[in-house]
């Protein structure tokens, strides 16, 4: 067995994960002059930190699927990555296994004794940082209950085998990564604001350094008992009452009858063809697969692929494809209030009259783009996205998140663990933007009871005959943007792995009417012959950021990171003798789109 992977940013020597794995991290160079991504045969895993990369390997050597490497990797997360890992928060997966391709929705939910003008004061106006700070920020976390649930569907090892990494991690502490630390200590000022989050992330009132060992012993007793008893142990009993006490005590909504009434649920995918490759990506709550496929349906019918890749066509169609798909994101929200959905926005009359009214020339102002049918009214988020498929070619597109970095900034001391600052996704007051991503959205993600909040996360799988990708990215509204153009990157322009994920990119919105771009993602000539169609171009540092996986066509693995963020990106070599025969195309199975 032997795995590899690779670090962002810096050499930090070697990782191990309880004495089991060993692997080397080296520095990433530019986007142009990138690694090869890792390669290998008995498994392949991406994602944000190290020690989690190395507890998906560590379930993959035990015999392992997919989905068990996954959900150890996202526990792992919840210990080593607190800005976005979580067992406070919720997320999606879109998974295949076999025939079937599924999407699995654990998104949080508004607690019961929720209501639209929460968030308002008197004068219907939004209350600044309500709906971010502090518990009443927070949704029903939902990770508790869908973890267990994507093991209990597709997984094969024993639950508690599968969590057995994390809850190691928590009880014999890990090495805090150097951004991580960072980012705590740029969060001290709201960690602060809460003695039980004090207590834990800021020691003695100073956050960790970096390469700090951290131990979190009330997130161990917390996995372990998660560990023995699944969902249980968390939605209900002792540590339910915790969250509502700790929920209660700053103000907050949330009860132990709101954990154990959640329920995570399996979904049709968004399923669409482009570029002769086959994809499969999340349905509502998530914006994210619509939001793809809209956009790939306008490219195709522009000819997209045929332009020049760095000329100013492609990226003048690549953003006014993308001004029009968050336009009808306007429309959207819960499955059961939304006013649009996969058919409606995807039809073909709809992308023909789409298509239609864009321009080569010239650059639509967002005044004049319109939801369907035509007549409606600095990137802080934190999210964290993992990859995998195994040796048979089984693949999990997995993301998490708590919202913003740290979500509310509360610890249920009992728990250990943060509570999210989801209800923000809700449209606080319908066609204002959002306090964090700056989105504008509608009537249909009005704050309700027991309702999903939009989200633009998009977890996501392409596969042709038996190749397969698996990808997903961080960032909030970037999330869609940046996973489409590394999939573009890879399916249209054939680049690696690695370069596909680093290359850089650029974003649009629909508001603000601004076109987003990386310091090297438009040539000087581009950039002005953008400007000079009416587009008004915005320098930004870093758009989002992507984790991949891949299975080739001679069934090679491999995994890659994003430059931009932390990560590690490794893969498995079997035993002698026991590689697995080749995957068969995917079809629609009886839960499949």
Request: some cysteine; overall charge negative.
């Amino acid at each position: 067995m032997s795995s590899r992977a690779s670090l962002p940013g810096r050499v930090t020597g070697a990782c191990v994960l309880g004495g089991l794995l060993t692997f080397q991290l080296a520095v990433q160079p530019g986007w142009c002059d990138h690694p090869p991504a890792s390669h290998g045969r008995g498994g392949a895993v991406a994602s944000s930190a190290p020690a989690a990369t190395a507890a998906g390997l560590e379930i993959l050597k035990q015999g392992g699927n997919a989905a068990d490497a996954a959900v150890a990797v996202a526990l792992a997360l919840a210990v080593v990555f607190p800005e976005a890992g979580n067992l406070g928060g919720g997320g999606f997966a879109v998974v295949r296994f076999g025939p079937r391709v599924e999407a699995l929705d654990f998104r949080e939910v508004a607690p019961a004794a929720a209501r639209a003008d929460m968030f308002l004061d008197q004068r219907g106006e939004p209350v600044p940082q309500a709906s971010l700070v502090g518990p009443l920020a927070a949704g029903v976390p939902g990770s508790p209950a869908g973890l267990w649930e994507l093991h209990r569907r597709h997984g094969a090892l024993p639950w508690a085998r599968v969590a057995a990494p994390a809850v190691r991690l928590a009880e014999d502490g890990f090495v805090l990564e150097e951004l991580t630390a960072e980012r705590l200590a740029a969060a001290a000022g709201l960690l602060a604001r809460f003695p039980e989050t004090a207590a834990v992330w800021l020691p003695g009132g100073v956050p960790y350094a970096p390469g700090a060992r951290v131990r979190l012993p009330a997130l161990a007793a917390t996995l372990r008992a998660y560990a023995e008893a699944g969902p249980a142990a968390i939605t209900e009993g002792r540590l339910a009452e915790a969250v509502e006490a700790a929920s209660r005590r700053h103000g907050g909504l949330l009860t132990a009858r709101d954990l154990a009434d959640y329920r995570p649920q399996w979904r049709s995918p968004v399923r669409f063809e482009a570029f002769g490759w086959s994809l499969a990506s999340m349905p509502l709550p998530s914006s994210g697969g619509i939001i793809l496929a809209q956009t790939c349906g306008l490219l195709d019918r522009l000819g997209w692929a045929a332009k020049p890749r760095s000329g100013a066509d492609r990226a003048h169609l690549l953003v006014e494809s993308f001004r029009r798909a968050f336009a009808d994101r306007f429309l959207l929200g819960d499955p059961a209030a939304t006013r649009a959905d996969a058919p409606q926005l995807l039809a073909a009359e709809w992308l023909d009259r789409r298509a239609a009214a864009i321009s080569l020339a010239r650059a639509t102002p967002s005044a004049e783009v319109r939801p369907w049918p035509g007549d409606a009214p600095e990137e802080p988020g934190e999210t964290t996205h993992l990859a995998v498929i195994d040796g048979n070619g089984n693949a999990v597109s997995l993301t998490t998140t708590l919202n913003g970095s740290l979500g509310c900034g509360l610890l249920v001391p009992e728990t250990g663990f943060l509570l999210n600052n989801e209800m923000d996704d809700f449209a606080v007051a319908p066609g204002r933007a959002n306090e964090l991503f700056e989105l504008v959205q509608g009537e249909a993600n009005l704050v309700r009871p027991g309702h999903r909040m939009l989200s633009s996360m998009t977890p996501t799988l392409a596969w042709r005959g038996d190749e397969v990708v698996a990808l997903g990215g961080r960032g909030g509204a970037l999330i869609p943007t940046s996973t489409l153009q590394v999939l573009l990157n890879l399916v249209v322009d054939g680049d690696p792995l690695q370069a596909a994920v680093d290359r850089p990119r650029v974003h649009h919105q629909w508001l603000p009417d601004e076109l987003r771009a990386e310091p090297d993602a438009l040539a000087p000539e581009t950039r002005a012959e953008l400007a000079r169609r009416g587009h008004r171009v915005v320098v930004r540092e870093k758009l989002g950021g992507v984790a991949a996986a891949r299975r080739r066509a001679d069934g090679m693995l491999e995994a890659a990171v994003d430059s931009r963020l932390p990560g590690a990106a490794a893969v498995l070599e079997p035993a002698p003798g026991s590689l697995a025969p080749a995957l068969q195309p995917a079809a629609a199975g009886p839960h499949g789109g």
